[in-house]
């Protein structure tokens, strides 16, 4: 099952975390209002490591709106019903 995870930066830009469990974690950086975005990865981090970073754990309807502010998709392999 998948998380999305999202952290605002003070410079506008903002992190979104999709993770699989603790097998693999990919991110998006949006910056924002510039319309730019770039995909990387991490290592998984556990929920309260995320929270410790100040992430906020999201819904995947709320991971896609924030994917499209950048023009961003969320790939067709984070489809699966995620974990709220």
């Known amino acids: 099952m998948y998380e999305y995870w999202k952290h605002e930066n003070d410079d506008g830009t903002a992190e979104?975390?999709?993770?699989?469990?603790?097998?693999w974690g990919n991110d998006l950086t949006c910056r924002r209002p510039e319309g730019e975005a770039?995909?990387?990865?991490?290592?998984?981090?556990?929920?309260?490591?995320?929270?410790?970073?100040e992430y906020v754990k999201i819904d995947r309807d709320e991971a896609e709106t924030l994917a499209e502010t950048v023009n961003q998709e969320l790939p067709e392999e984070f489809d699966e019903e995620a974990t709220a």
């Open 38 to 53: 770039e995909w990387g990865s991490y290592c998984p981090l556990s929920g309260e490591e995320h929270i410790t970073h």
């Open 16 to 23: 979104l975390h999709v993770q699989d469990g603790f097998e």
